[in-house]
């Protein structure tokens, strides 16, 4: 299954004009959904106003109206799992960067089936160090543009299916992010996770994280700029995105930033702190209206 809507319409095509196509111009969200509920909708669309009001892009109070009814349309009532993107650009364009103040904004809706992620939650995945480096770049950093350029750079550094996630840096060499994901880590009866401020994506379900441990005193958390051997070193890990919640990372296969080839495999055990977080995220999803 998979449908999507252009400004509402069931319509393949995307002007060439547009400015998401020509420059990455918007940002997106993406949501998981069950039993016909998209699961922290308020959050992602909080997020998503907050992003384009840094990059100047119009979001009218109509907007999360509308990406609501393009939702409704396209599910039906459908109760399988699903997932919901939503994209916004700033519209069409004539060539050149300037930014035309009275261009009318684009919205995109797509709905597809989910993974199913049953075993990796379960048991865990294997993860690889990468060698491409995120830049670093306040402007840019915590929100969910579309140029995605560097997660694609990264993704591509490995084939085997047994890998699920790539850990990336950014250009000084700090731990930052998954590919796809936020990264934890606990270490001392701390939970470690980067600090976003200059590269990376503040992460809708990274923010329900760290909300979950205060409210229920589970952990102290503490972000910080941390060094490959402090994720290493770390007691467990493990990673967080919208789709697939929170899965530990149970091995650490290879180190792809350095051309040390004696790399050795790191077991990681599938820790009680990140069993904790996936009882009381489920917990939440059951006593919180997610709309």
Known sequence: MSAHLVNGQSDNRLSISDRGLNYGDGLFETIQIRDAVPLLWQAHISRMRTSAKRLKIDFPESLEVSFFNDFEKLCNGSTAPLVLKLMLTRGETQRGYKIDPKASITRITILSLAPNLVKLTRDGISVVLCQTQ???????????????????????????????????????????????SNLFWVKNNILHTPDLSLSGVEGVMRN???????EHQLIDTRSGFYSKQDLLNADEIFITNSVFDILAVVNVEADYSTQDIMFTPRIFKFGPITRALQALLQQYYLRKSPV
Request: hydrophobic share 40%; net charge negative; proline share 2%.
């Open 134 to 180: 995120l830049a670093r770049q306040p402007l840019l950093a915590g929100i969910k543009h579309l140029n995605r350029l560097e997660q694609v750079m990264a993704r591509s550094e490995w084939q085997a299916t047994s890998i699920t996630e790539g850990i990336v840096c950014d250009t000084q060499g700090y731990v930052i992010e998954g590919c796809m």
């Open 208 to 214: 329900q994280v760290i909300e979950l441990c205060k």
